[in-house]
C-alpha cells in the first residue's frame, strides 16, 4: 500500500523506447494496478495506441512538462531506448534534476533494466530493478516498488578500480634454468589476440616442486616490465581451496583487489559476482594469477567471470584443469643438463668451487636417481655441501634407497625422502626449529621471528644462530633480504616452498616424526603459537612506536600476525590481543587494510575493555580509548560517518574523564576532518580551534602545526587563499622548529596546493618537488605517491600533458600499492586528462568513465565536474556536439556549487563554441562574454588573452556586438598575450585582426 494520501499525488515518469511497448504498457498497468490512486503513472509511446497526450497537444511540450513535475523518473533500458535520441534527451533532462552534491536526493530514478545494455556512466550508479529474461521477476518487482515509493534515489554500493601490483604469491627462484621456450609460451597466450569474447588464458601444470610458480613468477616479472596489463596483476594461493564455497571466496577475494579499501564483494552468487566483475574489469587491462589450484577447485567458474568480465588469467596446478582445456602447458621434469646445472649450482653456492670431473658423474647420477625433480635435486645438493658428503657415495644411497620406485614414479616422494635426511642431520635445536616454522600462517618469516622461537624452544642466543643456519644451509628456507622503513625492522627474511613448508607443518602438527625429537604434544604447540604471538605484540609495538611510516615494516609479516590474533583469541588471551591491535593500528589505517582493521580492531577494544574494568590503571584505560580511535577512523575512511562521528564523541568524553588532554586535541581534530569531510566548514573550523587550543596550552609543537595546517584547509576550502597561504606559512615554521622531515614535507605539500589555488604554478611545482624530495627521503611512500599527483595536476595547468602524464603514470603504482583507492582515483582522472590532452580519446574516455563512480559516490562535486567536463572535451573532439554539450551543462553548475570559476570559464567557453556550431549566436555570445569575465576576475592572463581573441573573431564574423568592439577585443588580446611574454601567439592575433579588416 503507497504511504501517500489522495492529496499528495506523486508523479511517475516512464521514459522507454517504442520498440519496447510490448513490455512498457504492461509494466505501467502493473504499477497502476500496485501503487493505486496516490500515484499517476505516465506512458507515452510517442504516437501510440495509448491516451496519455491529448489530441491535438505538441507532444514533445506534454512530455517536457510531465517529466518536470514527476517525483520519480522510471527508465527501461535496452539498447534500443539507449540508443534513441528521444530517450536520451529524457534521461538527460531527468539527471539535470538532481542538483545536488549526493546522487540520492533531487527527482527519484528507479532504472528497470530488461536487456543488457550500454548506459550513461551517472546511471550506472544508481541501483536498478533487473527484469531481463532469467532473473527472479517477483523479488526485483518488489524492489521496483519499493524505489519508486522511497523519496530517495536508491545508490549502488561504490565502483571500484585497480587492483594493487601484489605478487608477494610468486616469489621468483633464486636460479631460473632452463625453461625460457615455456616462459615464451606463457607470455604469448596472455598477451596475444584473444579469443571471442573472452579475455586471455594460460595454464601450467606438473607435479609439486617442479618449478610452476617459479614459472608463473618469471612470466609475470617480464609482463611487468612490458607494461602489459597496466591495470594490474593480482596473485592468489589457492592451496587447500577446493569446494565451491572456496571458490566463491577466491573470486570475492580476486574483485577485492580491485576495490576501494580492498573491501570484498558482498555477493555471494557466481551470477552476482560475474555482474560486479564486469563492472570492475570491464574496458581493462588487468591479469590474476590463480597459483597452486587444486584438483577438485570449481575452478572453471572463477575463471568464467574473470575472462567474460575482461581480465587475462594465469593458472598453475598439478593436474590439468578444466577451466584450462587448450591453454595448458605441462611442466616435465627438468631436461638431465638442466637438472645437473641446478644441483652444481646449488652445490658450489656456499663456497664458490666447481664441482670436478669425477664430482660431475656423481652428481650426474644423483640427478638421475632423483629422477630430475627440481626441489629434490636442489635439497639433495645443499645437503651434500652442507654435509661435506662424497657424492659417489650418495649416488649409490640415492641408487639404492627402497623408496626409488615410488619417487620415479612420483617425484614427489623423493623430495620427501630428501626432506627427511636433511632434517635428521640436523642439530635437534635445528629440527625443532624446522618443526615450528610449520605454526606460522605464511610460508614468509623473519631472521628475527625465527630466532625469537628458536630460543622460546629452548636455545640460547649462540644455538639459536646455529639451528637457523642448519635451516638455511639445507636449503629447508631460502634467505633474501628487503628493504624496510623502521629501524629493528625483520629484513632477513625464510621462505619455505610449500611443499618444505607442508613437512614441517606434519612434523609440528605429529603426523610425521624425526628421530631425535620426540613428537610434539599440545602443549608444546601451546608455546610455539604463544611465543609466536608474543614475538608479533613485541614486534608490532615497536614498529608503531617508532612513528613516520615505520609501520611499512609490518608488511611482510602481515599473515603471520593476523595468524597470531587469530590464535591469541583461541587462547582467550586479552593481554595479547590488546598488544597486537594496538601495534597494527597504524598499520591497519594508513595501508589501506580497512577491512582488516574493522574486524580487529572492535575485538581489540572489547580486550582492552575488560582489562581497563578490572584494572581500573589509567594505561589500561588509555589502550581501549586508543584502539576506539582508530576504529573510528577507519570507518571515517570507509564513508560511515555516522558511527565514526558517535565513537569518536564518545571517545572525547573518555579522554576528558582521564585527563587526557593531548587524546583530546587530536580527538577534536578528528571530529574537525568528518565535518570537513560533510561540508559543515564552519563546524571544522571550531573543531581545529579547540584542538589547536589544547596543543598551544601544552606546548605540544607537533600538534599545533598541525592544527594550523588543518585550519588551513578549511580556510582553501572556503576559498580563502590569503588565510590558507598565512595558516600554512606558520605551520611551516613551527614544523621546522621541531626537526620532524615527515611534517615538513606535509606542509610542503599544503603550500604547493595552496600556490596551486591561486594560479601561481611555478610556486606550486618548487613546493611540490621540494615536498617530494623530503617525502622520498623519509620513504613516505603516500606522501610520494600525493606529491607526484599534485605535480601531474601542475603540469597539466602548465599545458604539458606529456609531462603531466610521466607523474600520474609514476604515482599510480605507488597509490595501489599502499592501497590508498582516494589517491589512485585522483591520479586516474588525471591520467585520464593528460591523455586525453595528448589525443589518445578511447583510452583517455576508458580511465575516465572508471573515475566517474568513484567520484559521484564518494560526494567529490569537483571531482565529478571536472571528470564530466573531461568527457565533453572527448566527445567535441569527436565532432558529437550534442553529447559534449549534454556533459558540460552536467558539469557546468557542479562548479559554480563548488566556486570551481577556472573550470567553470572553461565549461563556458566549450559550450560557447558549441553553440556557435549549432548557429545559436546569442548564446554563443552569452557564454564567451561569461567565459571572459571570469578569466578576468581570476587574473587568469593565458585563458583571458584566448578568449578576447575568440571574442573579437566571433563579433566580426558574426555582425555582432557594437560597432569596432571586435578589433577592440582583438587589440586587447594582443596585448595581453605581449604582457605575458606569448609573442608568437601575439603575432598570430594581430594577423587575425588585419585579415579581419581591423585597422
Given at each position: 500500500?503507497?504511504?501517500?494520501?489522495?492529496h499528495?499525488?506523486?508523479?511517475?515518469?516512464?521514459?522507454?523506447?517504442s520498440?519496447d511497448n510490448?513490455?512498457?504498457?504492461?509494466?505501467?498497468?502493473?504499477?497502476r494496478?500496485e501503487?493505486g490512486?496516490?500515484?499517476?503513472?505516465f506512458?507515452d509511446?510517442h504516437?501510440?495506441?495509448?491516451?496519455?497526450?491529448?489530441?491535438?497537444?505538441?507532444?514533445?511540450?506534454?512530455?517536457?512538462?510531465?517529466?518536470?513535475?514527476?517525483?520519480?523518473?522510471?527508465?527501461?533500458?535496452?539498447?534500443?531506448?539507449?540508443?534513441?535520441?528521444?530517450?536520451?534527451?529524457?534521461?538527460?533532462?531527468?539527471?539535470?534534476?538532481k542538483?545536488?552534491?549526493?546522487?540520492?536526493?533531487?527527482?527519484?530514478?528507479?532504472?528497470?533494466?530488461?536487456e543488457?545494455?550500454?548506459?550513461?556512466p551517472?546511471?550506472?550508479?544508481i541501483?536498478?530493478?533487473?527484469?531481463?529474461?532469467?532473473?527472479?521477476?517477483?523479488?526485483?518487482?518488489?524492489r521496483?516498488?519499493?524505489?519508486?515509493?522511497?523519496?530517495?534515489?536508491?545508490?549502488?554500493?561504490?565502483?571500484v578500480?585497480?587492483?594493487?601490483?601484489?605478487?608477494?604469491?610468486?616469489?621468483p627462484?633464486?636460479?631460473?634454468i632452463g625453461?625460457?621456450t615455456?616462459?615464451?609460451?606463457?607470455?604469448?597466450?596472455?598477451?596475444?589476440?584473444?579469443?571471442?569474447?573472452?579475455a586471455?588464458?594460460?595454464?601450467?601444470?606438473?607435479?609439486?616442486?617442479?618449478?610452476k610458480?617459479?614459472l608463473?613468477a618469471?612470466?609475470?616479472?617480464?609482463?611487468?616490465?612490458?607494461?602489459?596489463?597496466?591495470?594490474?596483476i593480482?596473485?592468489?594461493?589457492?592451496?587447500?581451496?577446493?569446494?565451491?564455497?572456496?571458490?566463491?571466496?577466491?573470486?570475492?577475494m580476486?574483485?577485492?583487489?580491485?576495490?576501494?579499501?580492498?573491501?570484498?564483494?558482498?555477493?555471494?552468487?557466481f551470477?552476482?559476482?560475474g555482474?560486479?566483475?564486469r563492472?570492475?574489469?570491464?574496458g581493462?587491462?588487468?591479469?590474476?594469477?590463480?597459483d597452486?589450484?587444486e584438483?577438485?577447485l570449481?575452478?572453471?567458474?572463477?575463471?568464467?567471470s574473470?575472462?567474460?568480465a575482461?581480465?587475462a588469467?594465469l593458472?598453475?596446478?598439478?593436474?590439468?584443469?578444466?577451466?584450462?582445456?587448450?591453454?595448458?602447458?605441462?611442466?616435465?621434469?627438468?631436461?638431465?643438463?638442466?637438472?645437473l646445472t641446478?644441483?652444481?649450482?646449488?652445490?658450489?653456492?656456499?663456497?664458490?668451487?666447481?664441482?670436478?670431473?669425477?664430482?660431475l658423474?656423481?652428481?650426474?647420477?644423483?640427478?638421475?636417481?632423483?629422477?630430475?625433480?627440481?626441489l629434490a635435486?636442489?635439497?639433495a645438493a645443499?645437503?651434500?655441501?652442507?654435509?661435506?658428503?662424497?657424492?659417489?657415495?650418495?649416488a649409490?644411497?640415492?641408487?639404492?634407497?627402497?623408496?626409488?620406485?615410488?619417487?620415479l614414479?612420483?617425484?614427489?616422494?623423493?623430495?620427501?625422502?630428501?626432506?627427511?635426511t636433511?632434517?635428521?642431520?640436523?642439530?635437534?635445536?635445528?629440527?625443532?626449529?624446522?618443526?615450528?616454522?610449520?605454526a606460522?600462517?605464511s610460508?614468509?618469516?623473519?631472521r628475527?621471528?625465527?630466532?625469537?622461537l628458536?630460543?622460546a624452544?629452548?636455545?640460547?642466543?649462540?644455538?639459536?644462530?646455529?639451528?637457523?643456519?642448519?635451516?638455511?644451509?639445507?636449503?629447508?628456507?631460502?634467505s633474501?633480504r628487503?628493504?624496510?622503513?623502521?629501524?629493528?625492522?625483520?629484513?632477513e627474511r625464510?621462505?619455505?616452498?610449500?611443499?618444505?613448508?607442508?613437512h614441517?607443518?606434519?612434523?609440528y602438527?605429529?603426523r610425521r616424526?624425526?628421530?631425535?625429537?620426540a613428537?610434539?604434544?599440545?602443549?608444546?604447540?601451546?608455546?610455539?603459537?604463544?611465543?609466536?604471538a608474543?614475538?608479533?605484540?613485541?614486534?608490532?609495538?615497536?614498529?608503531?612506536?617508532?612513528?613516520?611510516?615505520?609501520?611499512?615494516?609490518?608488511?611482510?609479516?602481515e599473515?603471520?600476525?593476523?595468524?597470531a590474533?587469530?590464535?591469541?583469541?583461541?587462547?582467550?588471551?586479552?593481554?595479547?590481543i590488546?598488544?597486537?591491535?594496538?601495534?597494527?593500528?597504524?598499520?591497519?589505517?594508513?595501508?589501506?587494510?580497512w577491512?582488516?582493521?574493522?574486524?580487529?580492531?572492535?575485538?581489540g577494544?572489547?580486550?582492552?575493555?575488560?582489562?581497563?574494568?578490572?584494572?581500573?590503571d589509567?594505561?589500561?584505560?588509555?589502550?581501549?580509548?586508543n584502539?576506539?580511535?582508530?576504529f573510528?577512523?577507519?570507518?571515517?575512511?570507509?564513508g560511515?560517518?555516522?558511527?565514526?562521528?558517535?565513537?569518536?564523541?564518545?571517545n572525547?568524553?573518555?579522554?576528558?574523564?582521564?585527563?587526557?588532554?593531548?587524546?583530546?586535541g587530536l580527538?577534536?581534530?578528528?571530529?574537525?576532518h568528518?565535518?570537513?569531510?560533510?561540508?559543515?566548514?564552519?563546524?571544522?573550523?571550531?573543531?581545529?580551534?579547540?584542538?589547536?587550543a589544547?596543543?598551544q596550552?601544552?606546548?605540544?609543537?607537533?600538534?599545533?602545526?598541525?592544527?594550523?595546517?588543518?585550519?588551513?584547509?578549511?580556510?582553501?576550502?572556503?576559498?580563502?587563499?590569503?588565510?590558507?597561504?598565512?595558516?600554512f606559512?606558520e605551520?611551516?615554521?613551527i614544523?621546522?622548529?621541531?626537526?620532524?622531515?615527515?611534517?615538513?614535507?606535509?606542509?610542503l605539500?599544503?603550500?604547493?596546493?595552496?600556490?596551486?589555488?591561486?594560479?601561481q604554478?611555478e610556486?606550486?611545482?618548487?613546493?611540490?618537488?621540494?615536498?617530494l624530495?623530503?617525502?622520498?627521503?623519509?620513504s613516505?611512500?603516500?606522501?610520494?605517491?600525493?606529491?607526484?599527483?599534485?605535480?601531474?595536476?601542475?603540469?597539466?595547468?602548465?599545458?604539458?600533458?606529456?609531462?603531466?602524464?610521466?607523474?600520474?603514470?609514476?604515482?599510480?603504482?605507488?597509490?595501489?600499492?599502499?592501497?590508498?583507492s582516494?589517491?589512485?582515483?585522483?591520479?586516474?582522472?588525471?591520467?585520464?586528462?593528460a591523455?586525453?590532452?595528448n589525443?589518445?580519446?578511447?583510452?583517455?574516455e576508458?580511465?575516465?568513465?572508471?573515475?566517474?563512480?568513484?567520484?559521484?559516490?564518494?560526494?567529490?562535486?569537483?571531482?565529478?565536474?571536472?571528470?564530466?567536463?573531461?568527457?565533453?572535451?572527448?566527445e567535441m573532439?569527436?565532432?558529437?556536439?550534442?553529447?559534449a554539450?549534454?556533459?558540460?551543462?552536467?558539469?557546468?553548475?557542479?562548479?559554480?556549487?563548488?566556486?570551481?570559476?577556472q573550470?567553470?570559464?572553461?565549461?563556458?567557453?566549450?559550450?560557447?563554441?558549441?553553440?556557435e556550431?549549432?548557429?545559436?549566436?546569442?548564446?554563443?555570445?552569452?557564454r564567451?562574454?561569461e567565459?571572459?569575465?571570469?578569466?578576468i576576475?581570476l587574473r587568469?592572463?593565458?585563458?583571458?588573452a584566448?578568449?578576447?581573441?575568440?571574442?573579437?573573431?566571433?563579433?566580426i564574423?558574426?555582425?555582432?556586438?557594437?560597432?569596432g568592439?571586435?578589433?577592440v577585443?582583438?587589440?586587447?588580446?594582443?596585448?595581453?598575450w605581449?604582457?605575458?611574454?606569448r609573442?608568437?601567439?601575439?603575432?598570430?592575433?594581430?594577423?587575425?585582426?588585419?585579415?579581419l579588416?581591423?585597422?
Amino acid at each position: 500500500m503507497a504511504p501517500h494520501s489522495s492529496h499528495t499525488l506523486r508523479h511517475v515518469f516512464v521514459s522507454h523506447s517504442s520498440s519496447d511497448n510490448a513490455f512498457g504498457y504492461g509494466l505501467t498497468d502493473w504499477l497502476r494496478a500496485e501503487l493505486g490512486a496516490d500515484y499517476d503513472v505516465f506512458y507515452d509511446s510517442h504516437g501510440g495506441e495509448d491516451d496519455s497526450i491529448p489530441a491535438g497537444e505538441y507532444w514533445q511540450d506534454v512530455i517536457q512538462t510531465k517529466l518536470m513535475a514527476a517525483d520519480v523518473f522510471v527508465v527501461i533500458e535496452t539498447p534500443a531506448a539507449m540508443n534513441s535520441k528521444w530517450v536520451q534527451d529524457e534521461v538527460g533532462l531527468a539527471w539535470s534534476r538532481k542538483n545536488s552534491a549526493r546522487l540520492e536526493l533531487g527527482l527519484v530514478i528507479a532504472p528497470v533494466l530488461l536487456e543488457t545494455c550500454a548506459v550513461p556512466p551517472w546511471l550506472t550508479l544508481i541501483q536498478y530493478a533487473d527484469l531481463h529474461a532469467g532473473a527472479d521477476e517477483a523479488e526485483e518487482r518488489a524492489r521496483l516498488l519499493a524505489a519508486i515509493r522511497r523519496t530517495t534515489t536508491l545508490v549502488k554500493p561504490m565502483e571500484v578500480i585497480g587492483p594493487p601490483f601484489d605478487l608477494s604469491e610468486l616469489r621468483p627462484a633464486d636460479h631460473f634454468i632452463g625453461r625460457a621456450t615455456d616462459v615464451e609460451w606463457v607470455m604469448k597466450r596472455l598477451t596475444g589476440p584473444a579469443d571471442v569474447q573472452l579475455a586471455n588464458i594460460a595454464a601450467a601444470n606438473g607435479q609439486g616442486g617442479i618449478g610452476k610458480t617459479a614459472l608463473a613468477a618469471e612470466a609475470v616479472r617480464r609482463l611487468m616490465t612490458s607494461l602489459a596489463f597496466p591495470d594490474g596483476i593480482a596473485a592468489l594461493d589457492c592451496r587447500d581451496q577446493h569446494s565451491e564455497a572456496d571458490a566463491l571466496g577466491l573470486l570475492q577475494m580476486a574483485l577485492s583487489r580491485f576495490a576501494p579499501g580492498r573491501q570484498k564483494p558482498e555477493d555471494d552468487s557466481f551470477a552476482a559476482l560475474g555482474d560486479v566483475a564486469r563492472q570492475l574489469l570491464g574496458g581493462k587491462h588487468a591479469l590474476v594469477v590463480l597459483d597452486n589450484v587444486e584438483a577438485d577447485l570449481p575452478a572453471s567458474k572463477i575463471v568464467a567471470s574473470l575472462r567474460t568480465a575482461g581480465a587475462a588469467v594465469l593458472l598453475t596446478s598439478r593436474t590439468p584443469l578444466p577451466a584450462a582445456q587448450g591453454a595448458s602447458l605441462r611442466l616435465d621434469l627438468l631436461p638431465e643438463e638442466d637438472a645437473l646445472t641446478l644441483f652444481a649450482t646449488t652445490y658450489g653456492e656456499p663456497t664458490g668451487r666447481a664441482l670436478s670431473k669425477d664430482e660431475l658423474v656423481a652428481a650426474r647420477r644423483i640427478v638421475v636417481a632423483l629422477g630430475r625433480h627440481t626441489l629434490a635435486v636442489k635439497l639433495a645438493a645443499a645437503y651434500a655441501a652442507t654435509e661435506g658428503r662424497d657424492l659417489t657415495t650418495l649416488a649409490e644411497e640415492f641408487e639404492h634407497n627402497p623408496l626409488r620406485d615410488a619417487w620415479l614414479e612420483n617425484s614427489e616422494v623423493a623430495v620427501t625422502t630428501v626432506l627427511a635426511t636433511s632434517a635428521a642431520a640436523m642439530s635437534p635445536g635445528g629440527q625443532r626449529l624446522y618443526a615450528a616454522l610449520g605454526a606460522f600462517t605464511s610460508a614468509d618469516v623473519g631472521r628475527h621471528a625465527a630466532l625469537a622461537l628458536a630460543e622460546a624452544l629452548g636455545d640460547d642466543e649462540n644455538e639459536a644462530e646455529r639451528s637457523l643456519h642448519w635451516v638455511f644451509d639445507m636449503r629447508l628456507a631460502d634467505s633474501a633480504r628487503i628493504e624496510l622503513p623502521a629501524k629493528g625492522a625483520d629484513c632477513e627474511r625464510l621462505h619455505l616452498h610449500p611443499l618444505i613448508q607442508a613437512h614441517a607443518r606434519d612434523i609440528y602438527a605429529g603426523r610425521r616424526n624425526l628421530p631425535d625429537i620426540a613428537s610434539w604434544d599440545d602443549s608444546q604447540r601451546e608455546l610455539v603459537n604463544f611465543s609466536i604471538a608474543t614475538w608479533y605484540a613485541y614486534y608490532s609495538t615497536a614498529m608503531f612506536g617508532q612513528g613516520g611510516v615505520a609501520y611499512l615494516a609490518l608488511m611482510p609479516d602481515e599473515k603471520n600476525i593476523d595468524g597470531a590474533l587469530e590464535s591469541a583469541l583461541e587462547q582467550g588471551d586479552d593481554d595479547l590481543i590488546t598488544q597486537l591491535c594496538n601495534g597494527m593500528r597504524d598499520f591497519w589505517r594508513d595501508t589501506g587494510r580497512w577491512q582488516t582493521g574493522l574486524h580487529w580492531l572492535p575485538v581489540g577494544m572489547l580486550a582492552a575493555a575488560r582489562i581497563a574494568e578490572e584494572t581500573e590503571d589509567y594505561d589500561d584505560c588509555m589502550y581501549e580509548a586508543n584502539i576506539a580511535a582508530y576504529f573510528a577512523d577507519l570507518l571515517r575512511f570507509v564513508g560511515k560517518l555516522d558511527e565514526a562521528e558517535a565513537i569518536y564523541k564518545l571517545n572525547l568524553s573518555q579522554r576528558r574523564a582521564l585527563g587526557d588532554r593531548a587524546g583530546e586535541g587530536l580527538i577534536l581534530s578528528d571530529l574537525g576532518h568528518v565535518a570537513l569531510i560533510r561540508g559543515r566548514l564552519g563546524e571544522a573550523g571550531r573543531f581545529f580551534k579547540q584542538s589547536l587550543a589544547i596543543s598551544q596550552s601544552q606546548h605540544n609543537l607537533q600538534g599545533e602545526g598541525s592544527g594550523l595546517s588543518n585550519l588551513g584547509q578549511v580556510a582553501l576550502a572556503q576559498g580563502r587563499l590569503e588565510e590558507a597561504q598565512h595558516y600554512f606559512e606558520e605551520s611551516q615554521a613551527i614544523v621546522r622548529m621541531t626537526g620532524d622531515r615527515q611534517d615538513e614535507g606535509a606542509v610542503l605539500s599544503n603550500l604547493g596546493q595552496a600556490a596551486f589555488a591561486r594560479g601561481q604554478l611555478e610556486e606550486a611545482e618548487s613546493y611540490l618537488q621540494e615536498s617530494l624530495r623530503i617525502r622520498r627521503e623519509v620513504s613516505d611512500k603516500r606522501g610520494e605517491g600525493i606529491d607526484l599527483t599534485h605535480l601531474g595536476q601542475v603540469a597539466l595547468q602548465r599545458g604539458l600533458p606529456e609531462e603531466a602524464e610521466r607523474y600520474f603514470r609514476e604515482s599510480l603504482p605507488i597509490h595501489r600499492e599502499l592501497s590508498d583507492s582516494t589517491g589512485e582515483n585522483v591520479a586516474l582522472l588525471g591520467l585520464g586528462r593528460a591523455i586525453l590532452f595528448n589525443g589518445r580519446l578511447d583510452e583517455a574516455e576508458s580511465i575516465l568513465k572508471q573515475c566517474l563512480p568513484v567520484r559521484v559516490s564518494t560526494g567529490d562535486r569537483k571531482g565529478e565536474a571536472i571528470t564530466l567536463a573531461s568527457l565533453g572535451q572527448i566527445e567535441m573532439a569527436r565532432g558529437h556536439a550534442e553529447a559534449a554539450q549534454n556533459f558540460f551543462n552536467v558539469s557546468l553548475p557542479i562548479r559554480h556549487e563548488v566556486g570551481d570559476v577556472q573550470g567553470e570559464s572553461t565549461d563556458l567557453y566549450c559550450l560557447a563554441m558549441i553553440a556557435e556550431e549549432q548557429n545559436d549566436l546569442s548564446t554563443a555570445e552569452q557564454r564567451y562574454r561569461e567565459a571572459l569575465a571570469l578569466s578576468i576576475d581570476l587574473r587568469d592572463d593565458t585563458n583571458a588573452a584566448l578568449l578576447q581573441e575568440v571574442l573579437g573573431a566571433f563579433l566580426i564574423l558574426h555582425g555582432r556586438g557594437t560597432p569596432g568592439e571586435g578589433c577592440v577585443a582583438l587589440s586587447e588580446a594582443t596585448k595581453r598575450w605581449e604582457r605575458i611574454g606569448r609573442s608568437e601567439r601575439a603575432s598570430r592575433t594581430r594577423w587575425i585582426s588585419q585579415d579581419l579588416g581591423c585597422p
